[in-house]
Nanobody, 112 residues
């Protein structure tokens, strides 16, 4: 069984930065894909970014150029560096492991 631990959420002013982390543990655990989704109040959960073990990232158009996803294969950890944050980025961010295991979510709030 895979266990995911997310960290790095918080509150920031527009234009600020945050870095999210998601570490997978369990036995056995090996990631093929890991990604980040987000859900704002009253909206559906949406893809933010996803990366394969081979390092191929994909981004939602709304975050391309501002967010960077990266993975550490040895640590089964994925990171999301979020720069130039906007109020519309406010949401609960969820990690998804191998397309079948969700993290508990971490709140990101962008407000002045």
């Amino acid at each position: 069984q895979v266990h995911l631990v997310e960290s790095g959420g918080g509150s920031v002013q527009p234009g600020g930065s945050l870095r999210l982390s998601c570490a997978a543990s369990g036995s056995p655990v090996s990631f093929v894909t890991m990604g980040w989704y987000r859900q704002a109040p009253g909206k559906q959960r949406e893809l933010v970014a996803i990366i394969t073990r081979g390092g191929m990232p994909n981004y939602a158009g709304s975050v391309k150029g501002r967010f960077t996803i990266s993975g550490d294969n040895a640590k089964n950890t994925v990171y999301l560096q979020m720069n130039s944050l906007k109020p519309e980025d406010t949401a609960v961010y969820y990690c998804l492991f191998n397309l079948n295991t969700w993290g508990q979510g971490t709140q990101v709030t962008v407000s002045s």
